[in-house]
């Protein structure tokens, strides 16, 4: 199956990355330097037409910017017929929105990643039209499966998932930023504090994701009681410090359903 995009930024390349055989793929990109880049990393078909797309592949991702959305359904949606399939990666477009664009004749699957995409280490959550393909669903889970994790789920999920996963890379730096600082005012220099700091988080996602071992009994398991971790928890194992995660997640999760 041939597989096009729609747009070829550092997401669409994470997916790219991911697909096995790449002499299948034609990317639409307008920008001829990244066409290049692309062309020369790849070995990827580049075009930049969104219709030779349309018209080559039947199989497409849809990774352009928000707001260019209804100028390439637009173009394309002429060529567009029941054997198309869209994948969209682009935030705030709901299935609802996406068939208004593209038509009703096309199946349509909407997908939430996160910036670890490009790491090949995302987290994308997968949710599709009732009259999309069983196997289509399975390809975007194969495909996006070689770029991270994946989860099949409702529609209306995905402000949840959007607040915890797509959002998530940001807590998670910003918890790092705020390890490195205290380990700073401690004495470390700013790249030791950054390499401890992230290979710890790195290695206990690592560990946890292996082990399948739950949250609490790991807590505890490392905080000896009268030791340093227990020390240090003392601090954080407060009422306020959930109560301004679940304020984090609670205000993302109500901006990504105004957004949509």
Known sequence: MKIGFFGAGKMA????????????????????????????????????????????????????????????????????????TIVSIVAGKTLAKLKKAFGAKVNLVRVMPNLALRAN???????????????DVKLVEKILGGAG?????????????????????????????????????????????RLLAEQTMFGTAKFLRESGMALRPFIEGVCTKGGTTAAGMEKMDVPAFKKIVAATLAAAAKRSKELA
């Open 13 to 84: 390349e994470g997916i790219l990355s991911a697909i096995e055989d790449k002499k299948g793929v034609v990317m639409a990109e307008k920008v001829a330097e990244r066409a290049a880049e692309l062309k020369r990393k790849y070995g990827v078909a580049m075009t930049a037409d969104v219709k030779e797309v349309a018209k080559k592949a039947k199989f497409v991702f849809l990774a352009v910017r928000p707001q260019d959305v209804d100028a390439v359904a637009a173009e394309v949606k002429p060529l567009l017929g029941e054997k198309h």
């Open 121 to 135: 280490a995302g987290m994308c959550a997968i949710c599709a039209a009732a009259k999309t393909p069983a196997k």
């Open 149 to 193: 994790a994946t989860v099949v789920l409702k529609e209306k999920d995905f402000d949840a998932v959007t607040a915890l996963s797509g959002s998530g890379p940001a807590y998670f730096a910003y918890m790092e930023e705020a390890m490195v600082e205290g380990g700073v005012k401690l004495g470390l220099k700013p790249a030791v504090a």
